[in-house]
């Protein structure tokens, strides 16, 4: 399960999230959106408190970010705990535990990549090898 607390700074909505990143955690994440009136310019989401993320996690996380660029919102995602940047590494690919995932994250065409790849591991979770 996992919380989240949404603060409103000037022309930034930071996004606070805490415990298990996976299936469940959607409609939490989408509710920080929910109020953005137009005046704000960036989203910051601080994973620092979320230990563990699932393919399922990864996919809200990506749909958040889409959903708030389309909003005209700059995304920036901090706090990289080692388990969802060693799932990322691993769904991306991307040998080693030391990969830096979480920087490679900002990159739009690395988010389609990653994006690509936990849907099919979604998939695979959810209904076995085709």
């Excluded at 601080?46 to 389309?70: I, K, P, T």
């Excluded at 005209?72 to 080693?96: N, Y």
Aim: with cysteine; net charge negative.
């Amino acid at each position: 399960m996992i919380s989240t607390d949404v603060q409103h700074s000037g022309s930034s909505i930071l996004l606070g999230a805490k415990g298990e990143l996976d299936e469940e955690a959607g409609t939490a994440l989408q509710q920080a959106l929910d109020h953005v009136t137009g005046d704000e310019r960036d989203l910051m989401v601080d994973l620092h408190g979320v230990s563990f993320m699932d393919s399922a996690g990864l996919l809200h996380l990506l749909d958040l970010h889409r959903r708030a660029e389309c909003l005209g919102l700059r995304v920036l995602v901090t706090g990289w705990q080692p388990q969802p940047q060693q799932l990322m590494a691993h769904v991306a690919g991307i040998p080693g535990p030391g990969s830096a995932t979480g920087e490679r994250y900002a990159l739009a065409g690395f988010r389609r990549l990653i994006e690509d790849r936990a849907q099919r591991a979604q998939d695979l979770a959810n209904f076995g090898p085709e």
